[in-house]
């Protein structure tokens, strides 16, 4: 059994006017125990609306979170309180998320409290192991948030997010606000942290360089739905999505000369309105005549040997 | 360098208060030039920037020293009239978050033409004529509908189009670029790097693009300037710097990012962290974090020496 399994999960959201937006729209996914799955996609596509649905930060429009085999979307909020024991959050503006009126020691600290985990001392105790755990000096505890860098704030965050011990960590774009120099530190103590707690990690980023060095498997969103998810290196060797292909080839690397590459034309469209049969053909560079009016199945390509999903008609077998 | 500077900049110092942030700045660009200036936040890179047009907050910042030469004119010299033909006219500037640099209450047609007539004696109706011209030019793909409609019905990357319209609006020679696509998604920063890429081409206005993503530098800019702690510690053409850093700090760098490395390995991580203007080290202000260090480091900064490639080191990778 998974650790995690969505089923058919949609969010909505109310837009301007009436209107609805489809945020997340029909995910299937499963992570197991110690695994990291890498959700990666534009703004917009509804990657950070899939980690707050699934701790129930927002509330699902449809569709089933599976945790551990329980199902999250019917509990109440002391069964939900129990469930976020295990269930943690990490977010991109670490300033944004530490109350900086309080110590950092309190801040570590209140999660204990919050769910009436020891006594003073053993809080206290628990507060210091978890400063030595994401690398910070013991008397960190009695100094603030803004006393600290960036790179600094972000352990806080992280030391807090696992004083519980969880199971399961939503990484929600946790490196992206980063210099290039202390990025490449968080990614590390994430990295050493997912293996000695044997985390599974829910890994959300915009970016393709960090989601291929951190993930075991990797899920690619357009406009609120998975358009391929598989192996991390099956889809960075043999991405099939014409997205997945779009997105490979825009992402600059230094020292490699500017590829053939497929630029995309124009932006996303407007996920209130979203195109009909495939929400991607407006920008598909393979585009043909099916695309405009039947969406494509999230399904393992024909005759593909390989564990990799695709949403793509290229990949069907259409007699 | 075979052709004459169009700006040249020689021994910046600027201080905030009395915290110095740039501390002996210098370099040029020529023209049809993109020059790439790369660095981590506080190493003083968009400081440089504003300060090519006269653009600092005068205090607390002030320039101590230095010189900023474009096109045959002293810029720290130019009184109030003559900077404001300087900027918008000869050299023009596009900032990160185009929301922020344009007036929500007025259509886009109307603010391209107000920067037409700001600096040409011409027409509204001249100056709109412009202002269409203009956002074809650029890529919006209805310019006639855009010219009526506000900034907060654009996505963000038909908004930094606008600004690259409003830029270009009296054909300056320099286009100073702050991070203009770190606010935009990947498939659309391409399509945005490649328009400034075309129109340096075709128009022969050189570009300074400041960014702290070493990939754009690497696959757009003709040079690089690698900028820490308020000091260019090293500069080359772009294909010799990425194929051989020579100063460690670039060395460190470009080993560490994922896309150099096989997944899942730990990265080899640079030790520390950028030191803020006010708290940087003696020496060279790498020293604390570099994995070379030899006994001059903390002691005394290095120059920045070299003939094509410009490196600020003691012990530089071979």
């Known amino acids: 059994m998974s650790l995690l399994e969505l089923n058919h999960l949609s969010t909505t959201y109310p837009g301007a006017k009436g209107a609805v937006v489809q945020a997340v729209s029909d995910v299937s996914l499963d992570i197991e125990a110690g695994e990291v799955l890498g959700v990666v996609g534009e703004s917009g596509c509804g990657k950070s609306t899939l980690g707050r649905t699934l701790l129930r930060l927002v509330e699902p429009s449809g569709g089933q979170i599976l945790f551990d085999g329980k199902d999250l979307t019917g509990l109440d909020r002391h069964q939900m309180k129990a469930i976020r024991r295990d269930l943690q959050v990490i977010f991109q503006d670490p300033f944004g998320s530490l109350n900086p009126r309080h110590s950092v020691g309190y801040i570590i600290g209140e999660p204990l409290v919050v769910h009436g985990i020891g006594d003073g001392a053993s809080q206290n105790d628990r507060v210091r192991e978890l400063l030595d755990l994401v690398g910070l000096p013991p008397d960190a505890g009695r100094r603030y948030p803004h006393e600290f860098s960036g790179g600094q704030r972000q352990r806080i965050a992280i030391a807090r997010a696992l004083a519980l011990d969880p199971k399961l960590l939503v990484a929600d774009e946790a490196v992206s606000a980063l210099d290039v120099s202390i990025q490449s530190q968080i990614i590390n103590l994430i990295a050493q942290l997912q293996k000695r707690l044997n985390l599974s990690i829910l890994f959300i980023s915009h970016d393709l360089s960090v989601i291929r060095h951190v993930s075991d498997r990797i899920a690619v969103m357009y406009l609120g739905r998975i358009v391929e998810i598989g192996p991390t290196e099956a889809i960075m060797n043999e991405p099939r999505h014409p997205y997945t292909l779009a997105l490979l080839s825009a992402i600059p690397r230094p020292g490699v000369a500017r590829q053939k590459r497929v630029v995309l034309q124009g932006e996303l469209p407007d996920p209130t309105n979203p195109p009909m049969g495939c929400a991607f053909h407006t920008r598909c560079p393979k585009v043909m005549d099916i695309c405009h009016s039947v969406r494509p199945v999230l399904e393992r390509p024909a005759g593909s040997t390989t564990a990799g999903q695709v949403a793509c008609h290229l990949y069907r077998d259409h007699q | 360098m075979p052709d004459p500077a169009l700006l040249s900049i020689k ?258 991580a640079i030790p520390g962290t950028v030191p803020p203007p006010g708290q940087r080290p003696s020496g060279c202000t790498f020293h604390p974090r570099c994995h070379a260090m030899v006994d001059a480091c903390p002691q005394t900064m290095p120059e920045l020496v070299g003939d094509a490639h410009l490196i600020r080191c003691w012990d530089p990778a071979a």
């Open chain 2, 11 to 268: 021994d910046l110092h600027i201080s905030v208060g009395s915290r110095p942030v740039i501390e002996g700045v210098s370099f040029d660009i020529a023209a049809g030039e993109m020059l790439g200036l790369v660095g981590e936040s506080g190493c003083g890179k968009s400081v440089t920037a504003l300060s090519i047009m006269r653009l600092l907050a005068e205090p607390p910042m002030h320039i101590d020293r230095g010189e900023i030469n474009f096109d045959g004119a002293d810029v720290l010299k130019l009184d109030d009239r003559a900077l404001e033909a300087l900027r918008g006219e000869q050299v023009a500037m596009i900032f990160q978050e185009p929301m922020t640099s344009l007036n929500p209450v007025f259509t886009v047609g109307d603010q391209i033409a107000e920067v037409v007539t700001l600096h040409r004696d011409v027409s509204q109706e001249a100056a709109m004529a412009r202002a269409l011209e203009l956002l074809g030019r650029v890529g919006i793909p209805t310019p006639e509908t855009a010219l009526i409609r506000y900034p907060h019905q654009m996505s963000g990357g038909q908004r930094q189009r606008v600004m690259i319209a409003m830029a270009l609006a009296c054909d300056p020679k320099l286009l100073v670029a702050d991070e203009p696509t770190t606010a935009l998604d990947v498939t659309v920063q391409a399509q945005i790097l490649d328009l400034l890429d075309d129109l340096r081409r075709e128009t022969g206005m050189a570009v300074l693009l400041i960014t702290h993503d070493l990939g754009v530098v690497s696959q757009y800019c003709d040079r690089v300037a690698v900028m820490y702690g308020g000091r260019i510690v090293e500069q080359a053409a772009a294909d010799e710097l990425f194929a051989r850093p020579r100063h460690r700090y670039t060395e460190a760098l470009l080993r560490t990012i994922p896309a150099s490395n096989i997944p899942g390995t730990e990265l080899p």
